[in-house]
């Protein structure tokens, strides 16, 4: 037996999940289940659909319609999905290289047509499941394995990068602050058009190795001390802030969805 | 088999020994032994299900009261 929720929604025959001890993919991946068990969506009304990746095999534990896609594509087959059936609750998650390196495209593309998914990147700052490699959230200066003398690259704000493309809910926790996580993903879901999470993970294999940056608990401990939410950010100091990252909701600004749109259009003709 | 006490349940054959749920249990309840979580001080267990809630292999849960149907 396990917990009710995960008896619930897991599929039990495919568990435990084949993560590192200590990878907090885990702690997402039953935060997007708790959300979606606290807003008691109708599960046979959900698609969650997954690129290429450690994150992407989360939707085969999940017992949902679900749908493992090609590397970075999750975002174009869910953007089919919801036109196909824009009843369906579409959940995307995917991870920090799949959504942004090489599905940086079908992101901008989603976002900027408001399109009603909601996004979920497993945001572990590496290229796991491929050995390491740094991705476009490895920090400036950090180690992965094609960057053994430190990464040159500038980091992406996935919550920025996806607002300035037109996403209309954008949000940032971390599996330290898993409660807010799931707040972030039931409004996310909530919201009608495009919604990113920009869910922080903790890669110890790899990541936490290649950086010494310690065991999952010493990474969580540097979440805890480092993440500002933004409510308590706009009273502090930019001193203050210096070197610490933002959490919780960072955008809300519903606009319409993109098969609503659609929808009208086509009615516009059948009226006739 | 499970590990209970005070509706705080263990599942030792999914635990991978990471210790974030011991770390961060603000009661000290839990503790490592042989690379997997066990429960040092059930007594003090307050319930807060922060341990469950940041468990990556769900290895850990609380027990839910039985409802009155």
């Known amino acids: 037996m396990a917990s009710s929720l995960i008896e619930k929604y897991m599929r039990m025959d495919k568990l435990p999940h084949i993560w590192c001890p200590g990878c907090g993919h885990g702690i997402v991946m039953r935060a997007v289940v708790k959300a979606i068990d606290e807003l008691e969506l109708n599960r046979e009304k959900i698609c969650i659909v997954s690129g290429i990746g450690c994150s992407s095999r989360a939707p085969g534990y999940m017992n949902f319609n679900t749908l493992h896609t090609t590397h970075g594509r999750a975002l174009a087959f869910a953007t089919g999905i919801k036109h196909a059936n824009p009843e369906l609750e579409v959940i995307v998650l995917t991870g920090d290289g799949d959504c942004t390196a090489i599905g940086g495209n079908h992101l901008i593309h989603a976002a900027r047509r408001n399109m009603g998914i909601t996004t979920v990147v497993f945001n572990n700052n590496i290229y796991g499941m491929t050995g390491g490699q740094y991705s476009p959230t490895t920090p400036t200066g950090d180690k992965g394995t094609t960057a053994p003398y430190g990464n040159i690259d500038k980091v992406f704000d996935i919550c920025s990068l996806a607002q300035a493309a037109g996403a209309t809910y954008t949000g940032r926790a971390t599996v330290y602050h898993a409660q807010l996580l799931i707040r972030l993903i039931k409004d996310g879901i909530k919201n009608k058009g495009f919604s990113l999470i920009d869910a922080i993970s903790v890669c110890p294999t790899y990541y936490g190795r290649k950086n010494k940056k310690g065991d999952s608990v010493r990474i969580m401990e540097w979440l805890k001390d480092n993440a500002v939410n933004v409510a308590a950010a706009s009273k502090l100091p930019p001193e203050k802030l210096a070197g610490k990252f933002l959490i919780g909701e960072l955008y809300n600004n519903p606009q319409p969805e993109y098969t609503e749109e659609y929808k009208k259009i086509v009615e516009s003709f059948q009226r006739g | ?69």
């Open chain 2, 1 to 69: 088999m499970a590990v209970k006490q005070k509706g705080l349940v263990i599942k030792p054959d999914w635990c991978k020994g990471c210790g974030i749920c011991v770390a961060f249990c603000p009661k000290d309840v839990l503790k490592m032994e042989n690379n997997k979580v066990t429960i040092a001080n059930g007594d003090a267990c307050n319930g807060c299900g922060l341990c469950e809630l940041r468990c990556p292999d769900f290895a850990i849960y609380l027990e839910e009261d039985e409802k009155d149907e």
